[in-house]
């Protein structure tokens, strides 16, 4: 079992920019491709951006291209979300994943609880 616990979010204005973190425990995620997703009110969970084991790749929706950076230190079994010129309609709960095998952008096993993030205009 992997548990996921997300932090950094917050309310930032129209702009700014915001690190999320997601800490890994119970088994080390140096194997394991991780995604954050994002969830806004009425709307369904869509996928944000995705790295793979090493590191070497990565994924994003095109709304976040040039504005995001997905990171992760297995060293620290953490992986960061690196948010910059954020706009309202990144407002959202982000939630961090993690699937065992290459790096998708679904098909992820496991979830944390999320972290909300609110950009004001």
């Known amino acids: 079992q992997v548990q996921l616990v997300e932090s950094g979010g917050g309310l930032v204005q129209a702009g700014g920019s915001l690190r999320l973190s997601c800490a890994a425990s119970?088994?080390?995620?140096?194997?394991?491709?991780m995604a954050w997703f994002r969830q806004a009110p009425g709307k369904e969970r869509e996928f944000v951006a995705a790295?793979?084991?090493?590191?070497?790749?990565?994924y994003y929706v095109e709304s976040v291209k040039g504005r995001f950076t997905i990171s992760r230190d297995n060293a620290k079994n953490t992986v960061y979300l690196q948010m910059s010129s954020l706009k309202p309609e990144d407002t959202a709960v982000y939630y961090c994943a993690a699937r065992w095998g290459q790096v998708a952008t679904t098909g992820y096993d496991y979830w944390g609880q999320g972290t909300q993030v609110t950009v004001s205009s």
């Open positions: 119970g088994r080390t995620v140096s194997s394991y491709s």
């Open positions: 790295i793979s084991w090493s590191g070497g790749r990565t």
